[in-house]
């Protein structure tokens, strides 16, 4: 760093400007903060800053017990409830060795898709908006307000549905729900084209994007980028096929998973919007499946106080921004004796250092919101 005397005007030339982007800023996704160190309009180094929205939920759940800690998993990524809650019950239904009911797993499946596309419908509408593009983010939100009455209407919840339950589900699905929702699907995969032209076919986006913020395999292994954002860097890794979980591995023939090797700006999108339209026919493929089975339960019977035995295990899913896992730490009581989070965000954005260091101020907010990442899920 290079001391400078004030009123010595050619010594500011070589001085570095150390410049704070938050933690209240419109360029940013909630409370973040970057420290950047600038070079005239480069930035040579860059520090995210968390913790601001920290509530220590990694401690209350060692306070609730397993009924409860459901609702506190459930919020760290507020655009990704129904996901959060997946990979707890897991965790536990592991711990305790219990088998969910068919109807359950396919039901789960079939919402965990239709979370995903809710979830992907937000960055599709909101990163254009931050280079400039108002119209996306109107129909991404006229999308996204279909899917959410038709969540609605299963669970209760607008948000934080509340629906999974150890042992399966809150209830069964309403009366001509399926029907409501396959009608739904077929809407939105109808005017998924939409993002293709005004976006996609968008020069002036093209040309933001392309080549900017470039991410290696390199880096996606060191920081343990998961996600869209690591598939979009050439790391074909995706639990739902490479691990599968609930349903997902009777629709191996279904689920395609979306992939690119430039890593940069633009890759990110493409895989985003390429990924939503699978979920979508995952969605389809699981309406399909229910239509089949028999009626029956969606949930086990559980004792009044329900107490997890002795031992440890990790239940890790893929969110729909990478991997979020639990491990969960029992000491045979109620409440867990040890439950890390380990959320997707919370790695992703650690990519920051490397991927701001040399480019222009200019191109930061096209980086930083080509992270798809929610704040919550990063200070948890």
Avoid at 220 to 235: C, E, N
Avoid at 264 to 281: G, I, K, P
Wanted: charged share 25%.
């Amino acid at each position: 760093m290079t001391e400078t005397t004030i009123g010595v005007g050619g010594a500011a030339e070589s001085t570095d400007m150390v410049l704070n982007i938050g933690p209240q800023h419109p360029a940013t996704h909630g409370v973040l903060r970057l420290r950047l160190v600038l070079d005239g309009e480069r930035i040579r180094s860059a520090e995210p800053i968390v913790g601001y929205m920290h509530r220590g939920a990694e401690k209350l759940f060692e306070a609730r017990d397993y009924r409860q800690i459901v609702m506190l998993a459930n919020r760290h990524d507020w655009l990704s409830a129904f996901s959060n809650e997946l990979g707890v019950v897991l965790a536990v239904e592991r711990m305790l060795g219990m088998e969910v009911p068919e109807r359950a797993v396919w039901t789960r499946t079939l919402l965990a898709e239709l979370n995903r596309v809710l979830n992907h419908l937000m960055f599709l509408g909101s990163y254009p908006l931050e280079l400039g593009g108002i119209t996306p983010i109107f129909y991404a939100f006229t999308e996204r307000e279909e899917l959410q009455h038709v969540m609605e209407e299963v669970s209760g919840g607008r948000m934080h549905y509340m629906f999974n339950r150890v042992g399966g589900l809150k209830e069964d699905l309403p009366n001509g729900w399926t029907g409501r929702a396959r009608a739904c699907v077929a809407a939105l995969r109808s005017r998924m084209g939409r993002f293709d032209d005004l976006v996609l076919g968008n020069e002036i986006f093209r040309a933001r994007t392309r080549g900017v913020g470039v991410l290696s395999r390199a880096d996606v292994h060191a920081f343990g980028v998961s996600g869209p954002i690591a598939r979009a860097a050439g790391v074909d890794f995706d639990l739902r096929r490479d691990e599968p979980y609930l349903a997902y591995g009777e629709l191996a023939g279904t689920l395609r998973v979306a992939g690119r090797t430039e890593g940069d700006c633009l890759a990110r999108f493409e895989v985003l919007l390429e990924q939503t339209r699978n979920s979508l026919e995952l969605a389809d493929a699981c309406l399909d499946r229910l239509a089949e089975l028999p009626p029956g339960p969606v949930n086990q019977r559980l004792p009044k106080v329900l107490k997890a035995p002795e031992g440890h295990t990790y239940a890790w899913t893929e969110n729909p921004l990478g991997l979020n896992g639990y491990y969960l730490v029992s000491k045979g009581e109620k409440t867990p004796y040890r439950l890390k989070l380990r959320s997707a965000s919370f790695n992703n954005i650690q990519a920051l250092t490397v991927l701001l260091p040399g480019t222009l101020v200019a191109d930061m907010v096209a980086i930083l919101g080509s992270m798809f990442f929610v704040v919550g899920d990063v200070d948890k």
